[in-house]
Every structure is written in C-alpha cells, then in structure tokens.
C-alpha cells in the first residue's frame, strides 16, 4: 500500500512563492492563479494526488505555513496460522 500524505497551507503566511511547488518530487503542489490570500498571493495547494507525506514542502518553506499529514498503514497482524 502506497503511503498516503496530505498538506495544509495556512494562508496568512503563505507568499506564493513557489520553493514548495518547485521542491515536491511528487510534483504535486501549484499555486492556486485564481485565488488570492488576505496579503495578496497566490497560494500552494495540494492540486494532485500521489503525496506521499515527504514533508520537503515544508521544510523548505521560508514562512513555515505548510503542515504536513501523513497516513500511518494500519499493522498487520496475523489472524490465523
Ligand atoms: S514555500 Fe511556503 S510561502 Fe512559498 S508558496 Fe509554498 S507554502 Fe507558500
Ligand atoms: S509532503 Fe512531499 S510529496 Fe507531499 S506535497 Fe510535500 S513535498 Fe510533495
């Protein structure tokens, strides 16, 4: 099972900058062209699947405004010899 991951952008301090976008080897974060932010920007968001919770998203961020989840698969255990 492919691990699952997701992001949450805060707003308030992203810049549209687009470090994130360039540095996800998923390729799947954009910058959303037809939404501005409180300041003015264009933000990231999460415009794909395939995420994998990485994390290199945020810690590239120079505003910190990216969280990232990441999906633990639920353990196997045997049921049955
Ligand atoms: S790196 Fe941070 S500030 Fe820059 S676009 Fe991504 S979320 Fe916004
Ligand atoms: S956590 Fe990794 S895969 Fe997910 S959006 Fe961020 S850089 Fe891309």
């Given at each position: 099972m492919p691990i699952r991951g997701w992001i949450e952008v805060d707003e308030l301090y992203c810049k549209g900058c687009d470090l994130c976008v360039n540095a996800c080897p998923q390729e799947v974060i954009s910058l959303d062209l037809?939404?501005?932010?409180p300041k003015g920007y264009h933000p990231a968001y999460?415009?794909?699947e395939g995420c994998t919770g990485c994390a290199i998203c945020a810690i590239v961020c120079p505003?910190?405004?990216?969280t990232v989840y990441r999906e633990i698969?639920?353990?196997?255990v045997k049921a049955a010899a």
């Open positions: 037809e939404h501005l932010t999460l415009s794909a505003e910190a405004a990216l698969p639920a353990k196997r």
